[in-house]
């Protein structure tokens, strides 16, 4: 008795469609299409690797500087090798500085700046990006309207203020001007409208969640990755400003970038000192990055891979 030959499937209902053996060979070995795996060749490690040269050569060259004397830095060509004079110019910048209280400054004003700046950013990108008021769109152009004034301008009236409230030679002079950006504001905005999904707070809303309870509870955990680069970019940028520092501050009060103006004084200003002063600023803000940089990159491309 001969079988009977199986219906054929309707499209839409039991396994779907197979695609071709050679479509599938071809997706397999990288011939094309949206699957297939991309790999670098000699050429792109060649110029990865003369972008790594070309980035870390400052870098090198500042501990070059800092390890070798004056007379050194002047020869023609100049020595690429680190020298023996690292711990004498560490000693010097000691002597004439005091970088361990600058260096306590800069991390009480990098710091405060940076939980303030990423906080606050959060709450105002939030509130344009997924709250309905009045005026939203006329105060978000008001806010990026802001970025295009140079910040300059601003000096005059912003000492007369401080001055006005005694903060002259005081940290919160420089701390409470920056604890909110423009550019945050933006970024977490951006940030949020195409990371934080509408039936998330809509859901929030019908389980009895208040406004503030969506922010901690929702909004902060998907934020994480946009706040985390965004703590980063101001603690870098608090780190190094010494425009509104070396008005607000005094040599008795300084932040890094105001100490290492004190370095090298005399005649002929003596550049390996200067160089072990920097060296000595920038070993901070490598070592926050080394602890949080593989957070940070994990953090975005989770977020990216989610979205």
């Known amino acids: 008795m001969t079988a009977l030959a199986a219906p054929p499937t309707a ?65 023609v060509p100049p020595s690429l090798l680190p020298g023996p004079n690292l711990i004498k110019n560490f000693e010097a910048v000691l002597e004439e500085a005091d970088i361990g209280k600058a260096l306590l400054n800069s991390l009480i004003v990098s710091g405060s700046i940076t939980l303030g700046t990423v906080l606050c950013c959060t709450l105002a990108g939030f509130a344009f990006a997924k709250l309905k008021f009045r005026g939203r769109g006329a105060l978000l152009t008001l806010t990026i309207g802001t970025m295009m004034i140079p910040p300059q301008l601003g000096v005059i009236p912003l000492f007369m203020l401080i001055a006005e409230l005694q903060w002259v030679n005081q940290l919160q002079a420089v701390i409470l001007p920056g604890l909110v950006s ?17 039936e998330l707070i809509e859901a929030a809303r019908v389980d009895g969640a ?98």
Do not use: C, H
């Open 182 to 198: 423009a550019f945050g504001v933006f970024f977490m905005r951006q940030y949020l409208v195409q990371s934080l999904p509408d």
């Open 210 to 307: 208040s406004t503030a309870r969506i922010f901690w509870s929702i909004v902060i955990p998907i934020a994480r990755p946009g706040m985390a680069v965004l703590g980063m970019l101001t603690f870098m940028t608090a780190w190094n400003d010494f425009f509104w520092p070396i008005i607000a501050l005094s040599s008795q009060e300084p932040t890094v970038q105001v100490a290492l103006r004190q370095l090298g004084g005399g005649y002929v200003n003596d550049q390996s000192v200067i160089m072990a002063g920097t060296l000595l600023g920038t070993l901070p803000v490598l070592l926050v990055f080394g602890l949080l940089g593989r957070q940070i990159v994990g953090g975005i491309m989770q977020g990216a891979v989610k979205g």
């Open 11 to 75: 499209p839409g209902k039991g396994r779907p469609p197979q695609d071709p053996p050679e479509k599938r060979s071809r997706f397999r070995k990288g011939g094309g299409g949206a699957g297939r795996t991309m790999k670098g060749g000699w050429l792109s490690y060649l110029i990865l690797g003369f972008a790594l040269l070309i980035s870390a050569f400052p870098f090198y060259w500042t501990i070059v500087a800092a390890s070798r004397s004056n007379a050194d830095l002047a020869q």
